[in-house]
């Protein structure tokens, strides 16, 4: 079985686990909740068919909603992030240009190009699980704050992720 597929099946299945295990427990005063497991759809590889691309994400929210009782929060965020990702990439160039074998990550793409990467789809991401999570505009600001935590904490994690497995070439 090819490297690429075994590498993306055990990191789907430990972030879903690290993320029902550990980091779902993590709750400070309602404002802080680390969503580590969206690392999952950040570091696909760049030549993902986008139907492939939207099916994982289905199938890594639905994981963790089964796992959270979310009722569904989780895949339609996720999916979403799925659906923003290509033109994410548009927006953000990088000097090698996405060529066969690159993947988005630090090791290959630098710091400042990941952390522009994975601040915008976080936040897509958190805005949508939030604000169907309350589902609705009554409480913006305590919506919009835990929006603004959950995410500097996940990116946090996701970064510190990065380079506890980071391998030199």
């Known amino acids: 079985m090819n490297s690429v597929y075994v590498r993306n099946l055990l990191r789907f299945i430990i972030l879903i686990l690290l993320q029902v295990l550990v980091f779902n427990n993590i709750h400070f005063r309602g404002y802080i909740n680390p969503y580590i497991y969206i690392m999952f759809i950040l570091l696909l590889p760049f030549e993902i068919p986008h139907w492939l691309l939207l099916i994982s994400a289905f199938a890594l929210g ?16 996720s999916v979403f992030m799925a659906f923003c990702r290509p033109s994410v990439l548009r927006m953000i160039s990088s000097t090698k240009d996405y060529e066969p074998g690159i993947y988005p990550g630090i090791k290959d793409l630098g710091f400042n190009w990941f952390f522009n990467y994975s601040v915008i789809l976080v936040l897509l991401h958190h ?37 506890l497995f980071y391998k030199k070439k």
């Open 62 to 77: 639905f994981g963790v909603d089964l796992f959270t009782d979310t009722m569904g929060m989780h895949t339609a965020a």
């Open 127 to 163: 805005t949508v699980y939030f604000f169907l999570e309350v589902f609705t505009f009554h409480e913006f600001f305590y919506t919009f704050w835990r929006i603004v935590f959950s995410s500097f904490f996940t990116l946090l994690f996701i970064i510190i992720g990065q380079y």
